[in-house]
């Protein structure tokens, strides 16, 4: 099936070429043509499908009559109005409806809190077909009597599993209280819960219901890949994984704000260019980080889940679980993140031990074994990548080398620490044996080789001094 096929206006098929579009996705071609045909929908769409586009243009289509170029503010009420669960998928829905409508001239506007509320007043002043807002914010316009919704003919609530999720159903039921009842609903939900159905039968007219992805699946082509790690590992792992797969991007979820902001921090530490998005950072602090990690300024975006919602950046191959989420749709959100309109991405999850019960619910929810598979690579001592970088190679490969492989020098006079007393391949020896499983062989090698190193070392007559700490003592 092809766009043209469809039945849209010629300025919109003309802004879905200028994006490069080919072909409908499989929600575009099943959506489009009810919403043009006036029909409710309720749609289970996940992530990546496309769904902004199946949505957004029959809108643009049906308001396209309206389209004027009038200055008065009365030639533009609002006529659509979408609302979503975030800020960021906010600003993103609203992105895509100008770009699809760019060759019409309707008015749009972007309602969400966090941010100034002027600017949105004056736009909402001048006149706005389409309104994108979060719940919050729009009934403060609400009750600011700074917009009004009597004329609205179309309504997308978007993500509303997620809307459900964050507590929004009052404030939901409230905004359709206030929208007149002859109109047009289209509801999408990566998830078909209860209360979906619910809110569906209470607020939709005989919707047609809409499923292009099997009810909770993952993206079939994300690749998913788990791996067993302690948490005081998982920065370390991570840091080699983005090595080893030589990440161009990725984003990385934490289960929390302050695990965001702390692996943020060490992050960068180690050398990679790196920002945080969570709740507590600034709106304008959100989207400027958005904003650089689109323009692949930043190599790595670690995020809550909240903050991520909605995230849309073209091509990401990569997406990392730092924790798994608890919520296991969460999962299905996340990893959504790639692989987004039939591009292939890879989902890992690093696993803690305390993880299981997350793991478990996930497995079911995918209905996927998701088996832990050992790390691939070898993984390198803890040293930050910046400090590797800098140090000069020959210090560099000394450090990776156990200390015995190297010409022991000879034990000072008075029995003072040696150089022999230091060897250590300390990542190494200190993981336990589930983790040297998981290591595989070339990592194996490398602790016989030390056991080896520190047979010969045993030899020397610097071993025979007491313990490091006691040498310490002597010497203070
Ligand atoms: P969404 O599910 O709406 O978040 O869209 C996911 C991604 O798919 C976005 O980057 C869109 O630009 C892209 N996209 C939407 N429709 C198409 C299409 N027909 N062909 C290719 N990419 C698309």
Known sequence: MSFDSLGLHAEILRAVLDSGYENPTPVQARAIPVVLSGRDVLAGAQTGTGKTAAFTLPMLNKLQPYANTSASPARHPVRALILTPTRELCDQVFESVNTYGKYLPLRATAVFGGVDMNPQIESLRKGSEIVVATPGRLLDHVQNKTINLSQ???????????????????????????????????????????????????????????????????????????????????????????????????????????????????????????????????????????????EQKLRVLVATDVAARGLDINELPFVVNFELPTNPEDYVHRIGRTGRAGATGVAISLVGPDEDKSLSLIRR???????????????????????????????????????????????????????????????????????????????AGAIQHFHRAREVARELPALLLPPRYEIAKRER
């Open 152 to 294: 609205v003919e179309m309504l997308v609530l978007d993500e509303a599993d997620r809307m459900l999720d964050m507590g929004f159903i009052l404030d939901i039921r409230r905004i359709l209280g206030l929208l007149p009842a002859r109109r047009q609903t289209l509801l999408f939900s990566a998830t078909f819960a209860p209360e979906i159905k619910k809110l569906a039968e209470d607020f939709m007219q005989n919707p047609e219901t809409i499923e292009v992805a099997r009810r909770n699946a993952t993206n079939e082509s994300v690749t998913q890949c788990l791996h067993a790690a302690e948490p005081d590992k998982k920065r370390r792992v991570l840091a080699h994984l983005i090595r080893h797969h030589e990440m161009q991007q990725v984003i990385v979820f934490t289960r929390t704000k302050l695990m965001a902001e702390r692996l943020a921090r060490e992050l960068k530490r180690d050398g990679f260019d790196c920002e945080a998005i969570h709740g507590d950072r600034t709106q304008q602090a959100r989207l400027d980080t958005m904003a650089a990690f689109k």
């Open 365 to 443: 929810l995918t209905g996927k074994p998701l088996e832990l598979t050992p790390v691939p690579g070898e993984l390198r001592d803890g040293r930050g990548e910046r400090e590797r970088r800098e140090a000069p190679q020959r210090e560099y490969r000394e450090s990776r080398e156990p200390r015995a492989e190297r010409e022991p020098r000879p034990p000072r006079e008075g029995g003072r620490r040696s150089d022999i007393l230091q060897v250590e391949t300390p990542l190494v020896e200190r993981r336990n044996g589930a983790d040297q499983a998981a290591l595989g062989g070339r990592v």
